[in-house]
C-alpha cells in the first residue's frame, strides 16, 4: 500500500566516531543523519504449538507511516525484567510511539479485573509503562493511538474503564472491531470535538473532525499532569496531552489508518517527527 509522502529535510553524511575497540582508542566510520530514532514497542504473540515460538510482533502499517513521516523506527522486545537493556534502548531513542493493542491489565491502576476485561500482555504494560514514565520525567516526545493514550494516562496516575458500555451510562458504540463485524479500519464512525486552546486544536486547526474507532475501554480518571484534547460524542475523553508544553499527545482513535484520507491525520505524526527530530539536536 503507497502512502502519501511526507515532506522532510534529510541529509546524512559519513563520519569518524570514537570507538571502545582497541582500548579505546578506535575510531569507526558511520552515516550521522538528521532522522529522529522512534522507539515502537511490539506486543506478545502467544506459541504457536507445532508453528511458532512464543514471538513479539507489531503491525507494520505503523512503521510504515512512521518512516514516512521521516523517522526511523526501532521495534522495542518486551525484555520484562530486564530494566537495564531498556534503558540502554530508552537513551538512545528520540521518541516514543506507543501503539493501539490488548487491554491494559487493571492491577497496573490498582483495580481488579472484571469479566468484560479482554486480553491483556503483562509483559508489554510493564515496557510501556516504563518507556513512558522515563519519558515524561525527561520530557522526551511522545505520541500515542488507542491504547497507547490509556497507557500514558495510567503511567501519569489516572485509571481507564475495563468496558466503556457496561461502565458510561448512554455511551455510544466505540468498539467497531473488524474482526467482528464488516468493519474497515478507516472506517469513520462518529466526531470528536478538540478545545482550540489545546495543542492538539492548534495543531489540527479545527474544532470537531470524525474518525475511526476500535476500543472498548476508555479513559475513566484523568491524571492530574495530564488535560483531556479530544470528546466523543457521549462525553467519553478521546485524547490526552500534557500542561506543560511536553509534546506528549495521545489520541484514542487509530490515525494511522486514516493518513491516506486526511491530512490532518498526517499532521500528528509530522509534528511528532518534528518535535523528535528537536530532541535529537
Not at 500500500?1 to 541529509?11: A, E, G, H, K
Amino acid at each position: 500500500m503507497d502512502l502519501i509522502p511526507f515532506t522532510l529535510r534529510s541529509r546524512e553524511r559519513l563520519v569518524l566516531k570514537p570507538s571502545d575497540d582497541y582500548g579505546g582508542a578506535g575510531i569507526v566510520l558511520g552515516w550521522e543523519s538528521n532522522r529522529p530514532i522512534i522507539g515502537v514497542p511490539t506486543q506478545t504473540l502467544e506459541e504457536i504449538p507445532g508453528e511458532l515460538p512464543r514471538c513479539w510482533v507489531m503491525s507494520q502499517q505503523y512503521v510504515r507511516v512512521l518512516v514516512q513521516a521521516g523517522a526511523v523506527p526501532w521495534i522495542i522486545p518486551l525484555l520484562g525484567g530486564d530494566s537495564p537493556t531498556l534503558r540502554a534502548i530508552y537513551q538512545r531513542l528520540d521518541g516514543i510511539f506507543l501503539p493501539g493493542g490488548v487491554d491494559l491489565h487493571p492491577s497496573t491502576y490498582q483495580e481488579e479485573p472484571t469479566a468484560l476485561c479482554g486480553r491483556t500482555d503483562p509483559d508489554r504494560d510493564e515496557i510501556e509503562l516504563a518507556l513512558t514514565r522515563w519519558a515524561i520525567e525527561d520530557g522526551k516526545p511522545l505520541l500515542a493511538v488507542c491504547r497507547g493514550v490509556q497507557v500514558i494516562n495510567v503511567a501519569a496516575g489516572g485509571t481507564v474503564h475495563q468496558d466503556v458500555a457496561a461502565e458510561v451510562p448512554g455511551s455510544i458504540k466505540h468498539d467497531y472491531f473488524p474482526s467482528q463485524g464488516d468493519y474497515r479500519r478507516d472506517l469513520l464512525v462518529h466526531e470528536v470535538r478538540i478545545p482550540p486552546d489545546t495543542r492538539l486544536g492548534r495543531l489540527l486547526e479545527t474544532p470537531s473532525l470524525r474518525v475511526n474507532s476500535m476500543h472498548h475501554q476508555g479513559i475513566k480518571r484523568v491524571a492530574e499532569s495530564l488535560r483531556p484534547n479530544a470528546f466523543a460524542p457521549d462525553g467519553l475523553i478521546e485524547g490526552l496531552e500534557s500542561s506543560n508544553g511536553h509534546f506528549l499527545l495521545g489520541v484514542q482513535w487509530h490515525p494511522e489508518s486514516l493518513v491516506e484520507r486526511d491530512p490532518a491525520m498526517r499532521k500528528l505524526f509530522a509534528a511528532f517527527v518534528e518535535a523528535a527530530t528537536y530532541w535529537m539536536r
